[in-house]
């Protein structure tokens, strides 16, 4: 790590700290979209209609949640790890608050997995430690240990963006070798359906999984109350499911009022990693990265956000 990259993650984890140690508010009254949440993580957490259930349900049913995109909203990073249970949070290498906020999640018990960023089809700008087609071997592997470095405490990694990248076996066999030496896991958040990312770890026996649903491509409670229904559907029926947001407000809100009642329909949230000796299965429904990003582009666009109000435009997904 640089000296100004290091400069930056001391500032960031002293903000964490003093943030930390300020006399706190008393509780604000619940907002209009904290209300609206709360509404529709109740309607997805409906019991299943007779009609639906299964006779032989799976004895265990596990799911994990992937929030991506952290480290470059301080509040909204924090927003994130504090929310309840083990889920899993996906950082950004080389973004501002990308170190303090990875410290900040190991102490509190989440798991840490690098966000690595790949190339698109759409010929999208890439953040900094981008990978890409063009690089060789030797530039491919030292760029990426540059962003295992700049995120401590990762147990795996994912790929941000990368509809591209993924579909290029070479790259994908670069990758997967340099994990395998270090003991990582892959999770494939299937951007393209051409990508061959999953099959190359699982040839090089990296621990895997691919993404089934995305929770807010449309950042709409509703919508994605109804994406998670659909997660937990799929977990009733295989026995697990993997689902990947965005440290959005409404998907923050959403999970927050959510995930506290999942025990109750027996149904066990897990860390990325705890998920991964039963996870076997392909996403039904790959997702087009046009779609994933809203038609907008990501890349630099996501530094312009305001970092006084946290606020994330849609161009960072």
């Keep these: 790590m640089g000296s100004g990259a290091r400069l930056r993650a001391l500032l960031s984890l002293a903000a964490i700290f003093w943030a930390a140690a300020q006399p706190q508010a008393a509780p604000l009254a619940p907002s209009p979209l904290d209300l609206m949440c ?27 949640v992937i929030i991506d995109d952290l480290g470059y ?5 924090k927003s994130a790890i504090g929310l ?7 950082v950004l290498p080389h973004s501002p608050h990308g170190h303090a906020l990875a410290e900040s999640a190991h102490r509190q018990g989440k798991e840490v997995m690098l966000h690595t960023p790949m190339s698109n089809v759409g010929g999208r700008p890439l953040d900094e430690g981008g990978l890409t087609n063009a690089m060789d071997r030797s530039t491919f592997i030292a760029v990426l240990r540059s962003n295992l470095a700049a995120v401590p405490h990762v147990r795996g990694v994912n790929n941000h963006m990368g509809s591209l990248l993924t579909q290029n076996r070479r790259a994908m066999q670069w990758l997967m070798g340099e994990l395998q030496g270090r003991s990582l896991y892959f999770v494939d958040s299937r951007t393209s359906a ?38 937990l559907r799929q977990a009733r029926r295989t026995g697990s499911g993997v689902a990947i947001g965005h440290p959005y407000p409404e998907t923050l809100r959403f999970l927050a009022a959510a995930l506290p009642r999942l025990e109750s329909m027996q149904i066990r949230l897990v860390s990325m990693s705890a998920l991964l000796p039963a996870t076997e299965q392909t996403p039904e429904v790959p997702v087009d990265e046009k779609d994933y990003f809203g038609g907008l582009q990501p890349g630099r666009a996501i530094a312009n956000r305001s970092a006084s109000t946290g606020h994330l435009p849609s161009a960072g997904r």
């Design 38 to 64: 709360a509404d529709a993580a109740r309607q997805a957490l409906a019991p299943p209609s007779r009609a639906g259930a299964h006779s032989t349900p799976s004895p265990e049913v596990q799911i994990a």
């Design 73 to 77: 909203s301080l509040a909204r990073g």
């Design 84 to 90: 309840p249970g083990a889920v899993t949070l996906a």
């Design 194 to 231: 051409r990508s061959v990312a999953a099959n190359v770890a699982r040839e090089q026996q990296i621990p895997t999984a691919s993404r089934d649903i995305f929770l807010d491509n449309d950042r709409d409670c509703v919508k994605i109350g109804r994406q998670f229904a659909a997660l």
